[in-house]
């Protein structure tokens, strides 16, 4: 995840935490970097995000956000096209 603050992928511009979904912290649930989110200001505890890359994305509901800014999640299962109405960007 190592990328320029100005270098965005297509997908990067839809999901709002660019992660890789297979990696998990030492409880199991998925994890990303505070910087890697499109919007850092609405990545907050019990939050559901689009999160992913040009591999998959999923809505995931943001468990914890440590201070050296890694962001803990838990993937929702079911497709993004399920769980999409749980997003909400109105409120952002």
Do not use: Y
Not at 74 to 82: C, G, T
Request: aromatic share 2%; hydrophobic share 40%; charged share 25%.
């Amino acid at each position: 995840m190592n990328r320029e603050m100005n270098e965005q992928t297509p997908i990067d511009a839809e999901v709002d935490l660019v992660a890789d979904l297979n990696a998990q912290d030492d409880e199991g649930n998925g994890w990303s970097l505070l910087r890697d989110a499109r919007d850092p200001s609405r990545v907050r505890v019990g939050r559901m995000l689009l999160a992913g890359n040009s591999q998959a994305t999923a809505v995931v509901r943001v468990t914890a956000v440590d201070d050296d800014g890694q962001v803990h999640f838990v993937i929702l299962p079911r497709p993004v096209s399920k769980n999409r109405h749980l997003l909400d960007h109105a409120s952002a």
